[in-house]
T-cell receptor, first 113, second 116 residues
Framework: EAGVTQSPTHLIKTRGQQVTLRCSPISGHTSVYWYQQALGLGLQFLLWYDEGEERNRGNFPPRFSGRQFPNYSSELNVNALELEDSALYLC????????????FGQGTRLTVV | LAKTTQPISMDSYEGQEVNITCSHNNIATNDYITWYQQFPSQGPRFIIQGYKTKVTNEVASLFIPADRKSSTLSLPRVSLSDTAVYYCLVGSTPMNYGGSQGNLIFGKGTKLSVKP
């Protein structure tokens, strides 16, 4: 069974540009979570989608947005990139069936220069 | 959302048993307790999950007292490869399960360093 897949694995963007990151959850999982992890720091919760709806978002500015598609895959969009957006962006999926067992992808390493 | 408190760091030696305790005083009735392990530049990996008493799998044991206000992750006979950050999470999904409106909110975790 395929795990959570994220694309791309690495990318470099210039300050002010926009970026889209993609996540495919494990088959059958309806919940997708997005996190930002700057180098050496903890996991910062960004967004939670379940059944196509945004259920919660973390303390991030509106230029961080996303969506979940009918097949439960998800995109994270970041507009007007800033240097401090450089981080590992992790996606996780879970069944959303009443527990918090989630599976993480390998992440997308974003560097903003 | 149930808040968790863990030690920032712990040191151990190879072959020892390591116990990491997490406090979650305002855990809700429907909340589960879940532990994750994270290596640098990788996504966290699920270790173990429990609701009450004791849960054991091939990797670890999880001890939860009757009041469920804390939990202890026990790693038997650690090796150098167990050096990682360990996160304790409390919550449940979806919201209509009556839990602490959980989603996966990670705290700072416990950085475990295993020495030879």
């Amino acid at each position: 069974e395929a795990g959570v897949t994220q694309s791309p694995t690495h990318l470099i963007k210039t300050r002010g540009q926009q970026v889209t990151l993609r996540c495919s959850p494990i088959s059958g999982h309806t919940s997708v979570y997005w996190y930002q992890q700057a180098l050496g720091l903890g996991l910062q919760f960004l967004l939670w989608y379940d059944e196509g709806e945004e259920r919660n978002r973390g303390n991030f500015p509106p230029r961080f947005s996303g969506r979940q598609f009918p097949n439960y895959s998800s995109e994270l969009n970041v507009n007007a990139l800033e240097l401090e957006d450089s981080a590992l962006y992790l996606c996780a999926s879970s069944s959303g069936q009443g527990n918090t067992e989630a599976f993480f992808g390998q992440g997308t390493r974003l560097t903003v220069v | 959302l149930a808040k968790t408190t863990q030690p920032i760091s712990m040191d151990s030696y190879e072959g020892q048993e390591v116990n990491i305790t997490c406090s979650h005083n305002n855990i809700a009735t429907n909340d589960y307790i879940t532990w994750y392990q994270q290596f640098p530049s990788q996504g966290p990996r699920f270790i173990i999950q429990g609701y009450k008493t004791k849960v054991t799998n091939e990797v670890a044991s999880l001890f939860i007292p009757a009041d469920r206000k804390s939990s202890t992750l026990s790693l038997p006979r650690v090796s150098l490869s167990d050096t990682a950050v360990y996160y304790c999470l409390v919550g449940s999904t979806p919201m209509n399960y009556g839990g602490s409106q959980g989603n996966l909110i990670f705290g700072k975790g416990t950085k475990l360093s295993v020495k030879p």
